[in-house]
């Protein structure tokens, strides 16, 4: 096996990408594959990139100007890729529409692993062809030895090796980005229970737009949208009117259990819920998922109630698996 069998095997693993899920949407179950949307345009470059490297199997050694287009163009591919996950990411939790069908049928929508697959291909042909340049350039005598063409000696075979490591290395900072530093538990919990206070006073004063700030985008986009949303809390609080009582205050009462994943943080805390009622209070306990998207500079919130995780998945898939509730 030479670079240029690696070359075809990558092209290969690049256009399967074309026939894999890009996006999932968990409500309708239904899954938007790469040929559908602009994996067709990625899946077509492969193919072309897979007839130039089957074109040049037997030739004795690359050429720089074109092995060069073909690197730059799969570092593109590997950099669009790249910053569609983020735009999906960053949709999820920006995605908004008054339209209650859409906003049902999209809650929870997540990319599929055709993406990932799509840019680790690109990127590790960037790799490969880059360190093949470079072991060509440095070994001259390798394009003259026929034995090197079609078997991998020791130097080809270590270089194979680092070749992998550092695909394998881009690979994970491209799926799992910057990590920073994990925040102190105690810190969290004080930013926790002031937005759950917040929440509670904009419960308190009837200020539904500052309340849908605190629902997870996702939950609003279940509930049909944001409209929807202020709609369905104005009704629960002239219920709760008709019944005596008035929503006084909202506090963290206990936090459950904290996971982390990156950026990412949430945590099952109980809110401890306060209705007054011709002076008398009574007190509500709610289990609730925080959310963090920022390393716990802001939260929004998922009320839980007596749900089990498997049910909260259906809406929430972005639920992190090691949550302990």
Not at 44 to 69: C, E, H, Q, R, T
Not at 267 to 275: G, Y
Request: hydrophobic share 45%.
């Amino acid at each position: 096996m030479t670079f240029r069998h690696i070359l075809i095997l990558l092209c290969a693993v690049g256009i399967s990408s074309t026939f894999m899920p890009w996006l999932h949407y968990p409500k309708p179950d239904a899954v938007v594959y790469g040929y559908v949307s602009d994996g067709i345009i990625t899946g077509f470059i492969f193919v072309l990139m897979l007839i130039v490297s089957l074109y040049n199997i037997k030739k004795p050694a690359f050429n720089y100007i074109g092995s060069g287009i073909m690197a730059l163009v799969s570092l593109w591919m590997g950099f669009e890729a790249y910053t569609k996950i983020n735009e999906i990411e960053a949709e999820k939790l920006n995605f908004s529409t008054d339209n209650p069908v859409i906003a049902l049928s999209t809650a929870g929508f997540e990319q599929g692993i055709g993406i990932y697959v799509m840019g680790m291909a690109s990127m590790a042909i960037f790799v490969t062809i880059i360190i093949a340049l470079l072991f060509q350039a440095f070994s001259p005598k390798l394009v003259q030895n026929e034995e090197a063409k079609t078997s991998l000696g020791r130097k080809e075979l270590f270089v194979l090796i680092s070749t992998l490591g550092i695909v394998a290395l881009i690979s994970y900072f491209f799926i799992f980005g910057k990590i920073e530093n994990k925040p102190d538990e105690a810190a969290l919990k004080t930013s926790i229970s002031n937005s759950v206070a917040e929440m509670g006073k904009a419960i308190q004063t009837e200020n539904y737009d500052a309340f849908v700030n605190y629902n997870h985008p996702i939950m609003i986009q279940s509930y049909g949208g944001k409209e929807r949303t202020k709609d369905l809390l104005s009704a629960t609080l002239q219920e709760l009117k008709k019944s005596g009582y008035r929503v006084k205050s909202a506090a963290l009462s206990e936090v459950h259990d904290i996971q982390f994943k990156q950026n990412n943080i949430q945590a099952i805390i109980s809110q401890k819920l306060t209705l007054d009622s011709m002076d008398l209070d009574k007190v509500q306990m709610q289990k609730m998922i925080a959310i963090s998207e920022n390393n716990g500079v802001s939260w929004s919130f998922i009320n839980i109630d007596s749900k089990s995780k498997e049910e909260i998945k259906s809406v929430f898939p972005l639920i992190n698996p090691n949550l302990k509730f």
